[in-house]
Every structure is written in structure tokens, then in C-alpha cells.
């Protein structure tokens, strides 16, 4: 909780010299030029609040822009967000993003876009595979499967969503696009919708 007005106005009180010379009074004009060096220390004060939010990349609004154009948003994959809460989900995504190959990793990425994705490998058949499984070749050695909701829903929220956005989306371009790019490249990636 930030400074009150009275707050500011009290310091600079307590900065002036002691005496009868000194006409506190309601109207007084004195009191006024008080009150509003006090506004103005309030201004200052909230506009601080203000620049600890902007440089946190989750809650910006007055400096998205900047923050964009810095992570190289938008990229090829994400192209322009259509929301205020999924430009900064692809800003924080691009800015946390680190290369790696587990699952775990895929799901996280996918997870930072706003999407729930199980990833499913193939293994090739082999001796000792189960009776009844499926006959995966040596090609499928590097596939993989991400297993995405053939819809998303991103429940409306106040002050991360603005009037006007939609509320449900079809198709993941984003998706594929990002797991495309962070996957290895002799890997094949395989999108599955449910």
C-alpha cells in the first residue's frame, strides 16, 4: 500500500521550520502550495508503482511494446497475439525459453503458450516388444506425438483480458509452430488433436 496524500503533506510539514510566522490554516495560501507540492510528490509516487510493474514482463502494459520489439516478438511462430494476457504469455515464453529435449521440457513450452499437451513416443519394434503393439519402423526411432486439446479456452479474466477478446480458440498454429522450432532437428514432431 502506497503514501496518502496527507502522508506527503505531513513530511513536508515536518521539514518547515517551527513558528507563529507560519499560517496552516484551511484557506490559507500557504496550506494550498503545501497541498499541492504534496499532489505532485503523490504523482511521483504512484508513477514508481507504476515502473515496478512495467519492468516486470507479466504485468506490462505501458511498455509491451518495448518489451516485444526486445525478445524479437512477433516472431515467425507466434505472429500477432490477440489478446493483452497471451502477448505477455508469448513474451514471458520467449523470454524463459531454454533449448532442451525431454518431454518435460515440451510440455513446459507448450504450458507457457497457454496449452495442456501430453507427448507420446514411438519406439521401433523390436525382440521383446508386446505381442499386439503397434509395428513401429526404424523411421519412427525420432518421432514423437504431442497430443493437444482440439479446442482452448482461456477463462476471461480482469485486468489481463480487455472487452472484445475471444474467449475460445481453434487451432494451434502457435503450437506447432514453437514445439517445431525448439524440437531437434532430426526429430519429427507429430500433432494429435482430441
Known sequence: MGLELQDYKNELLQLLPKGVAWDFGED????KLLTAIASEFLKIGNRSQDLLNEADPR???????????MAGLPDQCTGLASTLQERRDRLVSKLVQRGNQSIQFFKDLALLLGYTVQIE?????????PVGGPLYGVEWMHAFGVVAPLQTVRPFR???HTVGERLVEFGDDVLECVINKAKPS?????????
Open 28 to 31: 490559507a495560501v500557504f496550506n
Open 59 to 69: 504485468t506490462t502494459y505501458e511498455m509491451l511494446e518495448a518489451w516485444e520489439r
Open 121 to 129: 513416443e514411438y519406439d521401433q519394434f523390436h525382440v521383446g516388444s
Open 158 to 160: 480482469v485486468h489481463t
Open 186 to 194: 532430426h526429430s519429427v514432431a507429430l500433432f494429435l488433436y482430441q
